[in-house]
C-alpha cells in the first residue's frame, strides 16, 4: 500500500483480556518496528524486525508483550493479560533500509489506541 | 543511558513569528539528531536529520544545526504558518544501535491568524 496501515484504529480492553494488534508495513519493506507511546510522552522503543527476523526486543516490557513477522511482511503486537498501564498508542513504522540506515527512512503509520478499562 | 529533553509546550505563536524549539541530547559518541513531527490524526513524519557535528538539517523553512559542544539540536523557522500547528519531537539514534531512536516527549505548537 502507500503507507503504513494499522489496524483496529481503537482498541478497549477489559483488564486481563488478551489483545493483537496488526501492521500492513509499506510494501516491500524489510525493517519494521514497533513502538509505545504513552499520553503526553514520546514514543518508546519496543521491538525490531529485519524481514521475519526479530534482531532486537529489549524495549518489550514484560513476557506479556510478543511480536512476530512470520512472513517478513504483516506484523502482530500482542499483549496478553492487559493491564491499565498498557494503556498507550502503539505505533508501527517501516524502513526499505536496513541497519542504522533504517532510522533515517521510517514511514510511521498512524497508530492504534488501546485503552485498558 | 540516552535521553533527549524538550522544552515544554505549548507553544503559541502568532503567523509569521519566529519559532525556537529547544532540543538537548545526552548520548555517548555521535548519535544521529532528528526531529520528527506529527500532524493531528496523522502518524509521525520525519521533518529533518543530521548525522554528524555541525550539520544542519532543513526542510519546508525548518532548520535544525548538530552543536556537539552543547548537545544540542534546535529548531527553529524564522516566520510559521498556521498549517505548522502538530506536535514536533527531537529524537536521537544512539551511535552502535542499529535502528533504536529515543524520542523526547514532544513539544506542541499553536499557530494562530
Known amino acids: 500500500g502507500a503507507g503504513v496501515s494499522q489496524s483496529p484504529r481503537y482498541k478497549v480492553a477489559k483488564r486481563g483480556q488478551d489483545v493483537a494488534l496488526r501492521c500492513d508495513p509499506i510494501?516491500?519493506?524489510?525493517?519494521l518496528f514497533w513502538y509505545q507511546q504513552a499520553l503526553g510522552q514520546g514514543p518508546e522503543f519496543l521491538t525490531y524486525?529485519?524481514?521475519?527476523?526479530?534482531?532486537?526486543k529489549s524495549g518489550l516490557p514484560s513476557d506479556r508483550f510478543f511480536a512476530e513477522r512470520p512472513e517478513g511482511s504483516v506484523s502482530t503486537l500482542k499483549i496478553q493479560r492487559t493491564q491499565q498501564e498498557d494503556s498507550a498508542v502503539y505505533l508501527c513504522a517501516s524502513s526499505s533500509r536496513t541497519g542504522r540506515g533504517a532510522n533515517y527512512g521510517y514511514t510511521f503509520g498512524s497508530g492504534t489506541r488501546l485503552t485498558v478499562v | 543511558g540516552n535521553s533527549v529533553t524538550q522544552m515544554e509546550g505549548p507553544v503559541t505563536l502568532s503567523e509569521e513569528a519566529f519559532l525556537t524549539i529547544n532540543c538537548t541530547y545526552t548520548a555517548t559518541g555521535y548519535p544521529s539528531l532528528f526531529w520528527y513531527v506529527q500532524y493531528p490524526g496523522e502518524g509521525l513524519q520525519l521533518l529533518l536529520k543530521?548525522?554528524?557535528?555541525?550539520d544542519k538539517g532543513s526542510n519546508k523553512g525548518f532548520e535544525a544545526t548538530y552543536r556537539k559542544e552543547t548537545t544540542s539540536f534546535h529548531l527553529e523557522k524564522g516566520s510559521v504558518q498556521v498549517s505548522d500547528s502538530a506536535v514536533y519531537f527531537c529524537a536521537l539514534s544512539p551511535i552502535g544501535t542499529a535502528s533504536k531512536l529515543t524520542f523526547g516527549t514532544g513539544t506542541r505548537l499553536q499557530v494562530t491568524l
Open positions: 524486525f529485519q524481514n521475519e527476523a526479530q534482531l532486537d
Open positions: 543530521a548525522t554528524k557535528a555541525d
Open positions: 510494501s516491500g519493506h524489510v525493517s
